[in-house]
């Protein structure tokens, strides 16, 4: 049978012109170039921000810890003859001295017991004793009469107390006055008398009270758990809502105990 020609001819590829390929090279070469020239650009900003925002977070950094280092110096009174090298507890006759606390250091006294707190109250004027290892926890308060954030701390303290101890039966808020000295402003008596402080008030004439807590400043707060183990210490005004956070852990603590 011969064969049949093929009614549309035979087509041979034409290969593309060689210019067409060399433009679109030349074209996918500056587009090319052009993006790495955008992304480099945009590396190097971001790694500009990121050195402006180290800066930023250094200069804060140090910002907050001036702040937290005024802060200390502002809100509290330095106790007499406090000496922060002084770290070693003692025996007295009260028991067990904690060591004294240094303010920016992690405290030495976290874990130590507290020893039974003996001492005269100025409700009665006699002597009673309080063991921390009673099942209640507490949050001790060690203060003088003219120390100024002691008056702003303690009002609050009262508040609270009035307000929430008849329904925090695990916890106690126990206070001590130290450091007295009636030539310096606020006499304590008139201050006490005045106030009326429903919360039990050691008045520590000697000051062993005041070190065997390690009170380095006023107002000088110890919080211990049911078993008298001290569980934290601060120096210096706490405020209202952090105050009763606090006193809400410990009864919490409390009643765990």
């Known amino acids: 049978m011969p064969e049949l020609d093929n009614p549309f001819g035979t087509s041979t590829p034409t290969p593309p012109k060689r210019g067409f390929v ?4 030349t074209i996918l070469a500056v587009v090319s170039l052009g993006a790495n020239f955008l992304l480099f650009q945009r590396l190097q900003q971001a790694t500009e921000d990121v050195d402006i925002l180290t800066d930023q977070v250094v200069r804060i950094s140090q910002s ?4 937290e280092g005024r802060l200390q110096v502002l809100e509290s009174s330095p106790a007499p003859g406090s000496s922060p090298a002084d770290t070693a507890g003692t025996a007295g006759s009260t ?4 060591p004294r606390y240094q303010s920016g ?5 976290v874990g130590l017991q507290l020893a039974p707190v003996t001492g005269t ?7 009673h004793t309080i063991d921390p290892a009673d099942g209640k926890a ?12 002691c008056q702003q701390e303690l009002p609050d ?6 307000q929430h101890a008849s329904s925090m039966s695990n916890m106690e808020v126990v206070s001590i006055t130290t450091s007295i000295d009636e030539t310096r402003g606020n006499p304590l008596v008139p201050y006490l008398e005045t106030q009326q402080f429903p919360f039990p008030v050691f008045v520590d004439t000697t000051g062993e009270l005041a070190a065997q807590f390690g009170v380095s400043a006023f107002p000088f707060w110890v919080f211990t758990g049911p078993d008298g183990v001290v569980l934290g210490r601060t120096a210096g005004l706490i405020g209202p809502d952090q ?9 919490a603590e409390g009643a765990n105990g």
């Open 22 to 25: 060399a433009i679109l090279a």
């Open 64 to 67: 907050v810890a001036a702040t």
């Open 95 to 98: 028991g067990q001295f904690l």
């Open 105 to 109: 250091a992690p405290d030495a006294a």
């Open 121 to 127: 109250w100025y409700s009665d004027g006699a002597e």
């Open 138 to 149: 507490r949050a001790w308060i060690i203060w003088a009469h003219w120390c100024p954030y």
């Open 157 to 162: 303290v009262k508040a609270w107390y009035e």
């Open 243 to 251: 105050m009763a956070g606090l006193f809400e852990q410990l009864e």
